[in-house]
Protein backbone atom coordinates (compact mmCIF):
# COMPACT_ATOMS: atom_id res chain seq x y z
CA UNK A 1 0.00 0.00 0.00
CA UNK A 2 1.74 3.02 -0.98
CA UNK A 3 0.51 6.61 0.44
CA UNK A 4 -0.55 9.24 -2.28
CA UNK A 5 -1.15 13.55 -1.75
CA UNK A 6 -3.63 14.36 -4.26
CA UNK A 7 -4.25 18.73 -4.54
CA UNK A 8 -7.46 19.84 -5.71
CA UNK A 9 -9.53 16.44 -5.47
CA UNK A 10 -12.67 16.78 -4.43
CA UNK A 11 -14.12 17.16 -8.11
CA UNK A 12 -13.27 16.35 -11.91
CA UNK A 13 -10.10 14.35 -12.36
CA UNK A 14 -9.18 14.99 -9.06
CA UNK A 15 -11.66 13.01 -7.38
CA UNK A 16 -11.48 10.31 -9.81
CA UNK A 17 -7.77 9.95 -8.60
CA UNK A 18 -8.96 9.58 -5.56
CA UNK A 19 -11.53 7.10 -6.15
CA UNK A 20 -9.12 4.67 -8.59
CA UNK A 21 -6.48 5.01 -5.77
CA UNK A 22 -9.00 4.12 -3.02
CA UNK A 23 -10.26 1.21 -4.69
CA UNK A 24 -6.58 -0.27 -5.09
CA UNK A 25 -6.24 0.08 -1.39
CA UNK A 26 -3.70 2.99 -1.11
CA UNK A 27 -3.38 5.26 1.46
CA UNK A 28 -4.93 8.52 0.21
CA UNK A 29 -4.19 12.51 1.61
CA UNK A 30 -6.32 15.18 -0.52
CA UNK A 31 -7.14 18.73 -0.04
CA UNK A 32 -10.36 20.70 -1.42
CA UNK A 33 -10.91 24.11 -1.62
CA UNK A 34 -14.50 25.32 -2.78
CA UNK A 35 -15.65 21.52 -2.98
CA UNK A 36 -16.23 20.80 0.67
CA UNK A 37 -19.10 18.61 0.52
CA UNK A 38 -19.27 14.55 0.44
CA UNK A 39 -16.11 14.12 0.85
CA UNK A 40 -15.01 10.66 0.97
CA UNK A 41 -14.70 9.61 4.53
CA UNK A 42 -11.48 6.86 3.87
CA UNK A 43 -9.49 9.57 2.75
CA UNK A 44 -7.71 12.17 4.95
CA UNK A 45 -9.07 15.30 4.18
CA UNK A 46 -7.53 18.87 3.95
CA UNK A 47 -8.10 22.59 3.20
CA UNK A 48 -6.14 24.18 0.85
CA UNK A 49 -6.34 27.40 -1.32
CA UNK A 50 -3.62 27.29 -4.00
CA UNK A 51 -3.98 31.06 -4.42
CA UNK A 52 -3.53 32.21 -0.89
CA UNK A 53 -0.24 34.07 -0.63
CA UNK A 54 1.06 32.22 2.28
CA UNK A 55 -0.88 28.84 2.55
CA UNK A 56 -0.71 26.63 5.68
CA UNK A 57 0.70 23.39 4.99
CA UNK A 58 1.10 22.28 8.36
CA UNK A 59 -0.46 19.18 7.85
CA UNK A 60 2.10 17.45 5.22
CA UNK A 61 2.43 13.68 5.84
CA UNK A 62 5.68 12.37 7.05
CA UNK A 63 6.46 10.09 3.89
CA UNK A 64 4.44 10.23 0.70
CA UNK A 65 5.14 7.93 -2.49
CA UNK A 66 3.59 10.62 -5.03
CA UNK A 67 1.83 13.70 -5.56
CA UNK A 68 -0.66 15.10 -7.48
CA UNK A 69 -1.45 18.66 -8.48
CA UNK A 70 -5.03 19.01 -9.49
CA UNK A 71 -5.73 22.48 -9.36
CA UNK A 72 -6.74 24.66 -12.57
CA UNK A 73 -8.69 26.74 -14.85
CA UNK A 74 -10.14 27.59 -18.18
CA UNK A 75 -10.63 31.17 -19.28
CA UNK A 76 -10.80 31.33 -23.13
CA UNK A 77 -10.52 34.89 -23.81
CA UNK A 78 -9.60 37.17 -26.52
CA UNK A 79 -6.05 38.16 -26.12
CA UNK A 80 -6.45 41.61 -25.75
CA UNK A 81 -9.57 41.40 -23.58
CA UNK A 82 -7.26 39.72 -20.71
CA UNK A 83 -6.02 42.12 -17.75
CA UNK A 84 -2.23 41.18 -16.73
CA UNK A 85 -3.08 40.93 -13.52
CA UNK A 86 -5.19 37.98 -14.81
CA UNK A 87 -1.93 36.19 -15.72
CA UNK A 88 -0.42 36.56 -12.79
CA UNK A 89 -3.19 34.78 -10.62
CA UNK A 90 -3.83 32.11 -12.80
CA UNK A 91 0.01 31.63 -12.70
CA UNK A 92 -0.68 31.70 -8.85
CA UNK A 93 -3.32 28.87 -9.25
CA UNK A 94 -1.63 26.52 -11.53
CA UNK A 95 2.39 27.05 -11.18
CA UNK A 96 2.80 28.95 -7.57
CA UNK A 97 0.46 26.45 -5.71
CA UNK A 98 2.10 23.75 -6.95
CA UNK A 99 5.46 24.86 -5.88
CA UNK A 100 4.78 25.77 -2.59
CA UNK A 101 3.42 22.28 -2.33
CA UNK A 102 6.26 20.29 -3.82
CA UNK A 103 8.67 21.58 -1.99
CA UNK A 104 6.59 21.23 1.40
CA UNK A 105 6.57 17.64 0.29
CA UNK A 106 9.74 17.02 -0.77
CA UNK A 107 11.22 15.46 2.50
CA UNK A 108 8.57 13.03 2.47
CA UNK A 109 8.88 12.01 -1.13
CA UNK A 110 12.35 11.49 -0.44
CA UNK A 111 11.58 8.93 2.32
CA UNK A 112 10.00 6.75 -0.70
CA UNK A 113 11.64 3.97 -2.64
CA UNK A 114 9.70 4.63 -5.79
CA UNK A 115 8.37 8.49 -5.72
CA UNK A 116 6.56 10.15 -8.42
CA UNK A 117 4.92 13.63 -9.17
CA UNK A 118 1.94 14.31 -11.41
CA UNK A 119 1.11 17.70 -13.17
CA UNK A 120 -1.38 19.13 -16.08
CA UNK A 121 -0.28 20.66 -19.14
CA UNK A 122 -3.12 21.09 -21.82
CA UNK A 123 -3.04 19.83 -25.46
CA UNK A 124 -2.91 24.20 -26.57
CA UNK A 125 0.24 24.56 -25.42
CA UNK A 126 1.79 22.83 -28.39
CA UNK A 127 -0.90 22.96 -31.21
CA UNK A 128 -1.52 26.14 -30.20
CA UNK A 129 -5.30 27.52 -30.17
CA UNK A 130 -6.82 31.49 -30.67
CA UNK A 131 -8.29 32.06 -26.87
CA UNK A 132 -5.88 29.99 -24.99
CA UNK A 133 -3.16 32.65 -24.38
CA UNK A 134 -4.35 32.78 -20.51
CA UNK A 135 -4.22 28.83 -19.79
CA UNK A 136 -1.46 28.41 -21.92
CA UNK A 137 1.05 30.71 -20.63
CA UNK A 138 0.49 29.02 -17.23
CA UNK A 139 0.35 25.40 -18.64
CA UNK A 140 3.63 25.78 -20.60
CA UNK A 141 5.22 27.12 -17.65
CA UNK A 142 4.30 23.48 -15.65
CA UNK A 143 6.02 21.59 -18.61
CA UNK A 144 9.23 23.25 -18.49
CA UNK A 145 9.19 23.34 -14.26
CA UNK A 146 8.53 19.89 -15.16
CA UNK A 147 11.15 18.45 -17.37
CA UNK A 148 14.03 20.75 -15.12
CA UNK A 149 12.65 19.49 -12.03
CA UNK A 150 12.99 15.75 -13.52
CA UNK A 151 16.44 16.34 -14.46
CA UNK A 152 16.98 17.94 -10.99
CA UNK A 153 15.38 15.08 -8.80
CA UNK A 154 16.34 12.06 -10.84
CA UNK A 155 17.23 9.22 -10.17
CA UNK A 156 15.09 9.12 -6.79
CA UNK A 157 11.77 11.40 -7.73
CA UNK A 158 9.70 11.05 -11.26
CA UNK A 159 8.24 14.28 -12.61
CA UNK A 160 5.75 13.64 -15.54
CA UNK A 161 3.24 16.20 -16.87
CA UNK A 162 -0.20 14.97 -18.30
CA UNK A 163 -1.59 17.53 -21.57
CA UNK A 164 -5.28 16.37 -21.91
CA UNK A 165 -7.84 17.72 -24.52
CA UNK A 166 -10.61 19.04 -23.34
CA UNK A 167 -12.21 17.09 -20.65
CA UNK A 168 -15.74 16.16 -19.17
CA UNK A 169 -15.53 17.62 -15.90
CA UNK A 170 -17.05 20.73 -13.77
CA UNK A 171 -13.98 22.81 -15.16
CA UNK A 172 -15.17 22.62 -18.39
CA UNK A 173 -18.67 22.75 -17.57
CA UNK A 174 -19.17 26.14 -19.68
CA UNK A 175 -17.71 24.51 -22.76
CA UNK A 176 -19.84 21.46 -22.53
CA UNK A 177 -23.48 22.75 -21.21
CA UNK A 178 -25.44 21.46 -24.56
CA UNK A 179 -25.59 18.59 -26.11
CA UNK A 180 -24.24 20.59 -29.76
CA UNK A 181 -21.32 21.80 -27.98
CA UNK A 182 -20.41 18.52 -26.89
CA UNK A 183 -20.62 16.60 -30.09
CA UNK A 184 -18.87 20.15 -31.97
CA UNK A 185 -15.93 19.31 -29.29
CA UNK A 186 -16.13 15.56 -29.86
CA UNK A 187 -15.82 16.04 -33.94
CA UNK A 188 -12.76 18.07 -33.51
CA UNK A 189 -11.05 14.72 -32.42
CA UNK A 190 -9.17 11.93 -34.19
CA UNK A 191 -11.05 9.50 -31.88
CA UNK A 192 -14.50 11.92 -32.12
CA UNK A 193 -15.51 11.85 -28.66
CA UNK A 194 -13.96 14.07 -25.79
CA UNK A 195 -12.50 13.34 -22.48
CA UNK A 196 -13.49 11.87 -19.22
CA UNK A 197 -11.92 12.27 -15.74
CA UNK A 198 -11.96 8.41 -15.86
CA UNK A 199 -9.49 8.55 -18.94
CA UNK A 200 -7.32 10.64 -17.29
CA UNK A 201 -7.37 9.62 -13.82
CA UNK A 202 -5.57 6.34 -15.76
CA UNK A 203 -2.70 7.63 -16.76
CA UNK A 204 -2.27 9.29 -13.80
CA UNK A 205 -2.73 6.25 -11.45
CA UNK A 206 -0.01 4.83 -14.19
CA UNK A 207 2.42 6.99 -13.76
CA UNK A 208 2.14 7.24 -9.90
CA UNK A 209 2.66 3.37 -9.70
CA UNK A 210 6.20 1.64 -10.00
CA UNK A 211 4.50 0.17 -13.23
CA UNK A 212 6.15 3.31 -15.11
CA UNK A 213 9.52 3.34 -13.47
CA UNK A 214 11.24 3.89 -16.23
CA UNK A 215 9.46 7.06 -17.21
CA UNK A 216 10.22 10.55 -16.43
CA UNK A 217 10.47 13.89 -17.55
CA UNK A 218 7.76 13.41 -20.19
CA UNK A 219 4.52 15.07 -21.57
CA UNK A 220 1.99 12.67 -21.93
CA UNK A 221 -0.42 13.79 -24.63
CA UNK A 222 -4.42 11.73 -23.32
CA UNK A 223 -5.96 14.16 -25.91
CA UNK A 224 -7.88 12.16 -28.39
CA UNK A 225 -5.48 12.17 -30.96
CA UNK A 226 -5.49 15.97 -30.88
CA UNK A 227 -1.94 16.57 -30.45
CA UNK A 228 -0.11 14.25 -33.13
CA UNK A 229 -3.28 13.57 -35.70
CA UNK A 230 -4.72 15.42 -38.13
Known amino acids: MAHYLIIGASSGI ?10 SGHQVTATYNNHNADLDSAVTWHHFNAIDAEPIINWMPDHLDGVVYCPGSIQLKPFHRIHAQQFADDYQLQVSGMIRILQAAYPALKKSSHAAVVMYST ?3 QRGFPFHTLVSASKGAIEGFARALAAEWA ?7 IAPSITDTPLAEGLLNTAEKIDANA ?7 IGTAQDIAKMTTFLLSP ?4 ITGEILHVDGGMHSIK
Open 187 to 193: QRHPLKR
Open 211 to 214: DSAW
Open 123 to 125: VAV
Open 155 to 161: PSIRVNV
Open 14 to 23: GREVVNQLIS
